[in-house]
């Protein structure tokens, strides 16, 4: 089945008792049982909805996974992953990477005896360097966040396997149309599908792709204990808009093509991060396991100060200047002072985040009015 047709019917069985094409929204808390333990497949809502359940059949299908579990979050999804681990463990981290992951690693999960490593991921010799006895689990974005580097998930994926460690992409910036992890070797993919699949921005939730059945088990148990579920409602959301997710990154990806060679020939920007240059560093890898470029793209100012980048964002009107991406709606966001606040300056400025950096998620507007929007901004 090809993509866009496994978007719209991932998921989708009509409701048996009316025939509803959509499905319903189960909005209960619990479930009638007919007997002590005899019961329909439902006990308690934190455990399992028939409109989650869907969704997470959805999740499987569009990401060539046998299983998905979805959570209230995408850090919710993150958080789970770790808690495979226990204390002496150690992860592996790329660099460059979202900054809501960074604080939960180092602000949470350190206190309880797990160890971060963070390395540039786009060599995979520095993955392999830093594999110990204690390493449990790697954990890499690609494209990463803000700087849209590109990490060769093939290339880990063995050295994953050779040490028995099991390997979690961040697929968030790509989605699930551009680029399937499972299939390069990945053991989990995780979404903050607040992204592109909501594709929106009228929801919160995350999700977990994996192929494991004991892995499964494991993360459903941390589902279940834990508690960070979506509720019916934003279940239901993410159903629709995955239903659109192809028709949507094509959209994405033509207009980041425009902008990022419109901006890369705009006399007052300096560096434009986009992976589908041909002279960036990361081209040839995207190109091997990506279907596309997408939509994320960083720069900076050639004037590099931070005053101008901070003119800049405050001068957009269509690029509305907030937090998070992969809406219909383009934004314009401020790293340094927004999404990866929580990461120390002096770290940001070593992995070459500066406090100037501008990021953009292209939405599916007209490109000319974006162009025109941006023009204006940076004069």
């Not at 959209?251 to 986009?274: Q, S």
Request: glycine content about 8%; charged content about 20%.
């Amino acid at each position: 089945m090809k993509p866009a047709t496994k978007y719209i019917h991932a998921g989708a069985n009509p409701d048996p008792s009316t025939g509803a094409i959509m499905t319903p929204i189960y909005q209960t808390s619990t479930y009638v049982q007919e007997a002590p333990a005899v019961n329909k497949g439902y006990e308690y809502a934190r455990s399992q909805n028939p409109t989650r359940k869907a969704l997470e059949d959805a999740y499987a299908v569009i990401e060539n996974a046998q299983f998905a579990l979805a959570f209230s979050s995408g850090v919710a999804a993150t958080d789970a992953v770790i808690k495979l681990l226990a204390p002496g463990d150690e992860v592996i981290c790329g660099n460059d990477l979202y900054g809501g992951s960074y604080r939960l690693f180092t602000k949470v999960f350190e206190r309880f005896g797990i160890r971060f490593i963070y390395v540039d991921t786009t060599h995979a010799e520095n993955v392999q360097h830093a594999v110990t006895a204690q390493t449990k689990l790697i954990w890499i974005e690609t494209p990463t966040n803000p700087l849209m580097n590109i990490t060769d998930i093939v290339a880990v994926a063995a050295i994953a396997k050779a040490g028995n460690i099991l390997l979690a992409v961040d697929n968030t910036f790509a989605s699930p149309a551009l680029q399937n992890p499972l299939d390069l070797g990945a053991d989990i993919v995780m979404h903050s599908a607040t992204k592109y699949l909501g594709g929106h921005s009228d929801v919160i939730q995350g999700a977990l792709m994996m192929n494991d059945a004991g892995l499964r088990e494991k993360l459903y148990f941390i589902q279940k204990s834990c508690g960070a579920v979506p509720g019916p409602m934003d279940c239901f959301l993410v159903l629709r808009g995955i239903k659109t997710l192809g028709i949507r990154m094509k959209a994405h990806c033509e207009n980041g093509r425009i902008i990022a060679n419109w901006l890369r020939n705009h006399p007052k920007v300096g560096k434009v991060y986009w992976p589908g240059f041909e002279d960036h560093a990361g081209y040839a890898v995207a190109k091997k396991q990506m279907r596309d470029f997408g939509g994320m793209i960083s720069f900076e100012l050639k004037d590099n100060s931070v005053e101008e980048a901070k003119r800049v964002l405050s001068s957009t009107h269509l690029f509305s200047l907030a937090e998070s991406l992969g809406g219909v709606e383009s934004l314009i966001n401020h790293p340094a002072t927004m999404t990866h606040a929580s990461i120390p300056r002096e770290e940001r400025i070593k992995n070459g985040l500066s406090d100037s950096l501008i990021r953009l998620s292209v939405g599916i507007e007209d490109a000319e009015d974006l162009i025109q929007d941006l023009e204006k901004a940076i004069g």
